[in-house]
């Protein structure tokens, strides 16, 4: 499980550091192995997935009927779009610069985890998620027996 959230800055060559307190975890519960692709619900976000999280969520997005935009949305923005990286000595992963220039990434990012992914947008963007908040409309059932 991932949690929480990291400021960091790109590197010019375009190189994202894992936070040493997830190098252990990134190494032991995937091999290294992460996938980078988009968010399917965000324009500013990029999702890193262990890679075995990953080949679950992309079969199952691949199954997905093809008739519907929805799933084609999903599979071009999560299938087409992932890029598989591994961190090198320095527990450094580097990203496309296509997919930093589609979610407008440039140097100073903050890497939050999501449970089984990370998110990363850049430090304007993140501050945007920040301050959204829930109002009663946005309470539904599922919501409502939450103890927040």
């Known amino acids: 499980m991932f949690h929480g959230e990291t400021a960091i800055t790109i590197d010019d060559k375009g190189r994202l550091a894992i936070p040493t307190s997830y190098r252990d975890l990134v190494a032991r519960a995937c091999g290294n192995r992460l996938v980078?692709?988009?968010?399917?619900?965000?324009?500013?976000?990029l999702y890193i997935y262990p890679h075995h999280v990953w080949e679950t969520l992309r079969e199952k997005v691949n199954a997905l009927p093809k008739a519907k935009r929805a799933n084609?949305?999903?599979q071009f923005k999560l299938v087409g779009a992932a890029t598989f990286v591994e961190p090198d000595g320095s527990?450094?992963?580097?990203?496309?610069?296509?997919h930093r220039a589609a979610v407008g990434i440039d140097r100073k990012v903050v890497l939050q985890g999501s449970g089984d992914k990370f998110e990363l947008r850049s430090e304007q963007a993140h501050l945007g998620q920040v301050h959204q908040i829930?109002?009663?409309?946005d309470m539904d059932d599922d919501l409502l027996g939450l103890p927040l």
């Open 72 to 74: 084609r949305i999903l």
């Open 36 to 45: 980078v692709t988009y968010s399917p619900f965000d324009t500013d976000a």
């Open 134 to 137: 829930l109002g009663d409309e």
């Open 91 to 98: 527990g450094r992963i580097s990203l496309p610069a296509s």
